[in-house]
């Protein structure tokens, strides 16, 4: 049985979204990247990715005498746990959701949009196994 994938928190999902765009990034370049939207002091950036490290979200790396970090979490993959985790808890629905509701995302491109409905489409649903 493979490991689930862990649904980051709204603001781990910022932090995995800046690091998929672009890493590595040092904590500092992480935080400029995601100030305006979470608005923290650089000491909570900090903190939660110390918290991220613990929970093998992300992979810290030295380069150039700096700590930089990128994520473990693969995007399409995270994302698929992350929209079956708001359908069936969030909106109590049992069916995967659309893929047309992320149509139009500047974070996922056709083909990862193609990975992402079949990921939707393929979950394993929550009776397999029970009588």
Not at 15 to 43: C, I, M, N, T
């Amino acid at each position: 049985m493979s490991t689930p994938i862990p649904i980051p928190s709204v603001s781990e999902l910022t932090l995995l979204k800046a690091l998929w765009k672009q890493q590595p990034l040092s904590a500092r370049e992480l935080h400029d990247a995601v100030a305006e939207e979470l608005g923290w002091s650089f000491s909570s950036t900090r903190k939660t990715l110390e918290r991220m490290l613990d929970k093998q979200m992300l992979a810290q790396q030295a380069a150039h005498g700096v700590n930089v970090y990128v994520a473990r979490l693969e995007k399409v993959g995270t994302l698929a746990a992350f929209a079956r985790d708001f359908g069936t808890r969030v909106m109590e629905m049992a069916a995967p959701l659309p893929v047309t509701m992320f149509t139009g995302s500047k974070l996922v491109d056709s083909d990862e949009l193609a990975q992402l409905e079949q990921m939707l489409q393929d979950w394993p649903s929550d009776e397999a196994g029970k009588p």
